[in-house]
């Protein structure tokens, strides 16, 4: 049974970075083709692909973002990690984290999601 | 990156009407398109993969199709757990990008 569990703050300042932890099971990012993605969705809004990593430590960013995300995984603990820096009220959202493959890099098992807001 | 477009962004529809939502890329993506299903305060579902594979456990009243730059996600037959919010997404290149949205209310 594959499942995944997002954590991290729930209220952070601006200009602050942001620590997201994706706890999964059910499945290790060291077998061959397995990817983990951060994805996140504003209040109201569509969703937003942030960053991916795959079993073999690739890393792929959003354009748009890129220069904010770090992406990084513990096989160990089969853990992912998402560091967002200098955040911003636009930020606020919840951030999903999702499981997909590299050669069909839909996502087929997602986390419950935890919301992050950004104020002062 | 890729831009994907979603029409209509909100659909008013009846328990049975057949539902028919577009999602259109900016450029071709061949049939590396996903299609999923999200309640409020729930994490989306995926529904249809490769534009038109059924994931396993989704009824078969919903299916997919297209390829190239234009597709549809059909619903044949709308039933009461099927209002929701409903994406594409495509997944062409690593820069993964989905659509707007479209929100199946209730008519």
């Known amino acids: 049974q594959v499942t995944l569990r997002e954590s991290g703050p729930a209220l952070v300042k601006p200009t602050q970075t942001l620590t997201l932890t994706c706890t999964f099971s059910?499945?290790?990012?060291?077998?061959?083709?397995?990817?983990v993605s951060w994805i996140r969705q504003p209040p109201g809004k569509a969703l937003e692909w942030l960053a991916r990593i795959d079993w073999d430590d690739d890393k792929y960013y959003s354009t748009s973002l890129k220069t904010r995300l770090t992406i990084s995984k513990d096989t160990s603990k089969n853990q992912v990690v998402l560091t967002m820096t200098n955040m911003d009220p636009v930020d606020t959202a919840t951030y999903y984290c999702?499981?997909?493959?590299?050669?069909?890099?839909?996502?087929?098992?997602w986390g419950q999601g935890t919301l992050v807001t950004v104020s002062s | 990156d890729i831009q994907m477009t979603q029409s209509p962004s909100t659909l008013s529809a009846s328990v049975g009407d057949r539902v028919t939502i577009t999602c259109r890329a900016s450029?071709?993506?061949?049939?590396?398109l996903a299609w999923y299903q999200q309640k409020p305060g729930k994490a989306p579902k995926l529904l249809i993969y490769?534009?038109?594979s059924l994931e396993s456990g989704v009824p078969s009243r919903f299916s997919g199709s297209g390829s190239g730059t234009e597709f549809t996600l059909t619903i044949s037959s709308l039933q009461p757990d099927d209002f929701a919010t409903y994406y594409c997404q495509q997944y062409n290149s690593y820069s993964i990008t989905f659509g707007g949205g479209t929100k199946v209310e209730i008519k």
């Open positions: 450029q071709s993506i061949s049939s590396w």
């Open positions: 999702a499981r997909s493959n590299r050669y069909s890099n839909y996502f087929d098992y």
């Open positions: 490769k534009a038109s």
């Open positions: 059910g499945f290790s990012l060291s077998t061959s083709g397995m990817c």
